[in-house]
């Protein structure tokens, strides 16, 4: 489950970037294609894996993509800052 600031961020016309999680690379070309025109953007394909990273402009294009049931997941863009072992 996405955290509720992207759906804010989207609302507020702010593009997010998330990576989707397919249940098949087979499945890419049709979840991209049942988006909105000019509302997503890949940004990334993982060859081999069924991963993209999506630049999705509005809700609606989010909204369209989880209504795909080939889509297992999508998670925000997050970078994580590791503390060394001591």
């Given at each position: 489950?996405?955290p509720?600031?992207?759906?804010s961020?989207l609302?507020?016309n702010?593009?997010?970037?998330?990576?989707?999680?397919?249940?098949?690379?087979?499945?890419k070309?049709?979840?991209?294609?049942?988006?909105?025109?000019g509302d997503?953007?890949l940004?990334?394909d993982?060859d081999?894996?069924?991963?993209?990273?999506?630049?999705?402009?509005?809700?609606?294009a989010?909204?369209?993509l989880?209504a795909?049931?080939?889509?297992?997941?999508v998670?925000?863009?997050q970078?994580e800052n590791?503390?060394?072992?001591?």
């Amino acid at each position: 489950m996405l955290p509720q600031v992207v759906w804010s961020q989207l609302e507020a016309n702010q593009a997010q970037d998330l990576i989707v999680e397919l249940a098949s690379v087979a499945l890419k070309p049709a979840a991209l294609a049942a988006l909105p025109a000019g509302d997503a953007e890949l940004l990334k394909d993982f060859d081999g894996l069924p991963m993209m990273f999506v630049r999705f402009r509005s809700e609606a294009a989010l909204k369209a993509l989880l209504a795909n049931p080939g889509v297992v997941n999508v998670y925000q863009d997050q970078q994580e800052n590791r503390m060394p072992a001591k």
